[in-house]
């Protein structure tokens, strides 16, 4: 179940052993080190605060306020998600067993996310990332991040491609939504391996949540505290994940860039400190991620004056940039797109 690093594709003279220099390079520095202390600490944290904020509902009751308690739990749900993605790329542990149990606990039964569907699917974004027919992340029918993506849809699709810019950051109301049906119909499809607990916990984590919610809560307060919930959820998840490859280089589906160029050229850096770091999950250093999977959150900050420095040796451009200035490329590039002309239209 873990995640696996691809095989770097080698196609120009050279460019497969700047990847394997690097990687020593990474591995002498320590970089790769499993770091368990750090994410026993950080996962004992985490869970307090799950379950201070589950303890905070019961004590509040039936109460407005409860929707101050739904922005905190989304706030912490998504904490969990950047776990159980650590955990899926066997950053934590060097038990794939271990990797696995922390994985479906903070997935499954946690957040109500299943841990395999979203293995698979992470697993292939990483191998092809912005690769058209490959990246499941740019496969989504409610965006369109090339022009012939927004020219091969329909009409319907076309006309709100070109306001998709604007519609953007109100869609990730809908991530986490749309993240629960997709692990539902995974589940129901058996399209994963070790079905069995995994649909055990979704379905503990469903029941529970919906049984405490109605119970402890008003109708109409119910209703608001789970929109408010999955909605800030979602958003949160969405704006954790957008500054890392969207508005960047896009591949043709038949692309032979080599590995350590596909990952750095497709991928963006959030420049920050440590309350970026700790906002984002680790994901603001997106090119160190991708090179290297299962680095440890925390040697993820540490690797990437040496992974800049690599670049510019090798004239390999490393795109580095604020939060506020990644949201904007990104929806630059998804106004341009939408925009695009249609084939007719010329």
């Given at each position: 179940m873990s995640l696996r690093q691809p095989t770097p594709l080698t196609v120009r003279s050279g460019h497969g052993s700047q990847y394997a220099h690097l990687l020593r390079l990474v591995k002498a520095a320590g970089l790769l080190d499993r770091r368990p202390r750090y994410y026993r600490w950080k996962m004992a944290v985490t869970a307090a605060l799950f379950l201070g904020?589950?303890?905070?509902?019961?004590?509040?009751?039936?109460?407005?306020?409860?929707?101050?308690?739904?922005v905190f739990l989304a706030?912490?749900?998504?904490?969990?998600?950047?776990?159980?993605?650590?955990a899926g790329?066997?950053?934590?542990?060097?038990?794939?067993?271990?990797?696995?149990?922390?994985?479906?606990?903070?997935?499954?039964?946690?957040?109500?996310?299943?841990?395999?569907?979203?293995?698979?699917?992470?697993?292939?974004?990483?191998?092809?990332?912005?690769e058209e027919g490959k990246d499941p992340d740019i496969e989504i029918g409610a965006l369109a991040f090339t022009t012939a993506q927004a020219r091969g849809r329909g009409r319907f699709a076309a006309a709100v491609y070109r306001y998709q810019a604007y519609l953007f950051f109100p869609m990730l109301l809908l991530e986490a939504l749309s993240l629960h049906v997709a692990s539902l119909r995974a589940l129901g499809r058996r399209a994963i391996r070790r079905p069995g607990w995994e649909t055990v916990l979704f379905a503990v984590h469903v029941i529970g949540y919906l049984t405490a919610v109605f119970v402890i809560l008003s109708p109409l307060q119910a209703v608001g505290f789970i929109l408010l919930h999955q909605g800030l959820f979602g958003l949160y998840l969405g704006c954790a994940f957008a500054p890392n490859h969207k508005g960047m280089a896009m591949l043709g589906p038949d692309d032979r860039t080599d590995y350590l160029r596909r990952q750095?050229?497709?991928?963006?850096?959030?420049?920050?400190?440590?309350?970026?770091?700790?906002m984002l999950g680790g994901l603001n250093y997106q090119i160190e991620h991708?090179?290297?999977?299962?680095?440890?959150?925390?040697?993820?900050?540490?690797?990437?004056?040496?992974?800049?420095?690599?670049?510019?040796?090798?004239?390999?451009?490393?795109?580095?940039?604020?939060?506020?200035?990644?949201?904007?490329?990104?929806?630059?590039?998804?106004?341009?797109?939408?925009?695009?002309?249609?084939?007719?239209?010329?």
């Open positions: 904020g589950w303890a905070a509902f019961v004590a509040i009751g039936e109460s407005w306020w409860q929707m101050a308690t739904a706030f912490v749900f998504t904490q969990l998600g950047f776990l159980g993605h650590d790329h066997r950053q934590m542990f060097g038990s794939s067993r271990a990797n696995y149990v922390i994985g479906i606990l903070h997935a499954n039964l946690a957040i109500g996310l299943s841990y395999g569907w979203w293995i698979d699917k992470h697993n292939r974004h990483h191998a092809h990332p912005n750095v050229l497709t991928s963006r850096n959030v420049r920050g400190h440590w309350f970026t770091d700790f991708h090179l290297f999977p299962s680095m440890p959150r925390p040697n993820l900050r540490r690797a990437q004056a040496l992974v800049r420095q690599f670049c510019q040796a090798h004239d390999l451009a490393y795109c580095q940039t604020s939060l506020l200035a990644s949201y904007a490329q990104a929806l630059r590039h998804l106004h341009a797109v939408g925009r695009a002309p249609h084939p007719a239209a010329v």
